[in-house]
């Protein structure tokens, strides 16, 4: 059995993306599928949602009160809703009692958060199904082990949707384990300097990383450490397979604040670290303490 727990479209679909998606889904010949309409693919009143014919195995819940698809097949009845409208703000699924109708009893449901069906997963485990499939957060999480989760999308959507991205019912009955499906991933990725990393070696670095991590991989790089005073990494520069979708600088000028005071005892350069000096290495005062010595030391130079 496939449960689609909404939102299998990020819009409204079109006729012929519905008629794509059915023969796909027309070759699980062995599976039964289940879905609903989530905030994103909602049902409107032109909605092709409600005229759409689907392969025989293939069942919508389209009411936007609780209904129930039974699979005699499987055993297996599903209870679920569709959104005819991109918010709900009323608990539906907290008085969605079971009928008991087959062997086993599944939830498929749509939202989480206040706009979108609020739910107490407490509340809804004493409704007694043996199992609740949520849509509509991105990433994987288990609300009550073996008996309620989000499966998270297959693929990840936005820059958001980090880390990788599958219940089964058993004759032990309901086990929830994670199937990874995704071709790629966006990860976060640290990358170090020190004074001796050019430009050019930051790249090579992570030219390096990235085809270790894996090329199919989109990567959020953070770079840490503290760099050679002279040096500013061209970051629009740093993207040598075009899957870095952001790059954030970090990194700060390993100025020997002890040494050049001493140097400049008595001169402007001099009383301006004494003033900054002590500050932490993520504060404001150690910031514009980097950036004043850096303007003053280019101003001396020029």
């Not at 009893?105 to 509340?123: F, R, T, Y």
């Not at 809804?124 to 999308?153: C, W």
């Not at 970090?250 to 050049?260: N, Q, S, W």
Request: a negative charge.
């Amino acid at each position: 059995m496939l449960l689609i727990a909404g939102d299998l479209f990020h819009r409204q679909p079109l006729l012929r993306e519905l008629k794509e998606m059915n023969s796909i889904l027309e070759m699980l010949e062995h599976t039964e599928v289940v879905m609903i309409a989530g905030n994103h693919d909602y049902i409107k009143k032109n909605s092709y949602y409600r005229t759409f014919s689907w392969a025989p195995h293939v069942h919508m819940i389209c009411s936007q009160e609780i209904d129930c698809v039974e699979l005699d097949r499987i055993q297996t009845a599903v209870y679920g809703c569709s959104y005819h409208s991109r918010e709900i703000h009323d608990p539906v699924y907290d008085h969605a009692v079971p009928e008991r109708r087959q062997k086993y009893e599944i939830l498929l449901a749509h939202g989480g958060d206040e706009k979108h069906i609020p739910i107490k997963s407490n509340q809804i485990m004493t409704l007694g199904y043996d199992y609740v499939a949520f849509g509509h957060i991105h990433k994987p999480q288990l609300l009550v082990e073996n008996r309620m989760a989000y499966a998270g999308s297959l693929e990840p959507t936005d820059t958001g949707d980090i880390g990788r991205h599958g219940g089964r019912i058993t004759g032990k009955g309901c086990q929830i384990r994670f199937v990874p499906h995704a071709l790629r991933e966006y990860r976060n990725c640290e990358v170090k300097v020190d004074k001796s990393v050019t430009g050019h070696v930051l790249r090579q670095k992570i030219t390096d990383m990235i085809a270790e991590q894996g090329m199919q991989h989109m990567y959020k790089i953070t770079l840490t450490g503290y760099r050679d005073p002279d040096i500013w990494y061209e970051l629009d520069h740093m993207d040598p397979y075009g899957n870095v979708v952001e790059i954030t600088d970090h990194t700060k000028p390993a100025y020997d604040f002890t040494k050049l005071k001493k140097e400049n005892k008595g001169n402007i350069l001099g009383q301006y670290i004494e003033s900054l000096e002590g500050y932490p290495a993520d504060s404001l005062e150690y910031q514009a303490l980097c950036e004043g010595v850096r303007a003053l030391m280019e101003t001396r130079r020029g």
